[in-house]
Nanobody
């Protein structure tokens, strides 16, 4: 199983930006589709964005036009550039293989607040 290490979160003001990183220790990283998810207390984990092995991207409607997912197949890393942040983006963010239901990392907390 892959080890997933998310980083880059923190406290951000509304309208601000932050870039999350997810380091993946897994062979054949470049052959898989990778996704970002987020979760707030008391709610189920929510899908945010996916990047396919050939770099096609899809986004949840709530983040479309504000977030950008990307990948670096040399560094085995997935990124999430988050712009125009809103308080409702506050959550713990996780990355994982697209469609995964297990093997989650520790996540990284993003708090959007003034």
């Amino acid at each position: 199983q892959a080890q997933l290490v998310e980083s880059g979160g923190g406290l951000v003001q509304p309208g601000g930006s932050v870039r999350l990183s997810c380091g993946v220790s897994r062979t054949m990283f470049d052959r898989y589709n990778w996704s970002w998810y987020r979760q707030t207390p008391g709610k189920e984990r929510e899908w945010v964005a996916t990047i396919t092995s050939d770099r096609n991207t899809i986004y949840a409607d709530s983040v479309k036009g504000r977030f950008t997912i990307s990948r670096d197949n040399v560094k085995n890393t997935v990124y999430l550039q988050m712009n125009s942040l809103k308080p409702e983006d506050t959550a713990v963010y996780y990355c994982n293989r697209a469609g995964a239901t297990s093997n989650w990392g520790q996540g990284t907390q993003v708090t959007v607040s003034s």
